[in-house]
Each structure stands twice: as structure tokens, then as C-alpha cells.
């Protein structure tokens, strides 16, 4: 994002008006209200309304993830629950790849 590289370069002003336009055509943007939150700490200016509505994303976002609608669709690791790409997760050290010690020979 530019207005990350500005606060980067210590263009805050720059970088606050270019968060401001991102906030502007999409307000839900959680990378850009923490870039306005940061910004707006550094240079003393009110901030509040830009963290509550973060702070409201942020329990969304978990809230998704824990109920399995993230961005995958419900992804559940290992342990023989569907993963994230679609397939089936296995259990640490129960796969079909590894070194079979019986036989001397790698097994893909």
C-alpha cells in the first residue's frame, strides 16, 4: 500500500490523505482503519472512532473463523478434518510419504 510506504518515509501528511481516500471508498478495510489508527496516533490526532470500528472488525473476522466461514471455507487443519484447499488433513507422523527404515528406501 503507498500510504504505508509513506509513514515508512515519514510522510505522514501524505500518508494520512491516502489512508483517508481508502477509508473513503471502502470503510470496512481493516489494513487501511490499523494505517489510519497508527497514523493518526502519530501525529495527535483523534483516532478513537477509526479503532472502535477496527476493534468491531476484528471480533467479526474471528468470529468468522471460529464458526468455519473464513477464507477457505472452514478450514480445519490436521487431524483428519478437511483442510483449507479442500482435502483431507492427516495426523503428524501418519502419512503415506517418509523413509521406510524396513526397507532402506524413501517412500513418496
Known amino acids: 500500500m503507498i500510504a504505508s510506504c509513506y509513514t ?27 494505517g489510519l489508527v497508527q497514523i493518526r496516533k502519530e501525529l495527535g490526532m483523534p483516532y478513537q472512532q477509526f479503532s472502535e470500528k477496527l476493534m468491531v472488525l476484528d471480533r467479526e473476522e474471528e468470529a468468522k473463523r471460529m464458526m468455519g466461514g473464513g477464507q477457505y471455507g472452514g ?15 492427516q495426523q503428524y507422523g501418519q502419512g503415506q510419504l517418509g523413509y521406510d527404515n524396513q526397507q532402506n528406501n524413501f517412500q513418496p
Open 75 to 89: 478450514a480445519q487443519g490436521y487431524g483428519g478434518q478437511q483442510d483449507q484447499y479442500g482435502g483431507q488433513g
Open 8 to 34: 515508512r518515509m515519514n510522510l505522514f501528511n501524505d500518508s494520512l490523505k491516502v489512508y483517508e481516500e481508502i477509508h473513503d471508498e471502502n470503510p470496512d478495510n481493516i489494513d487501511c482503519l490499523r
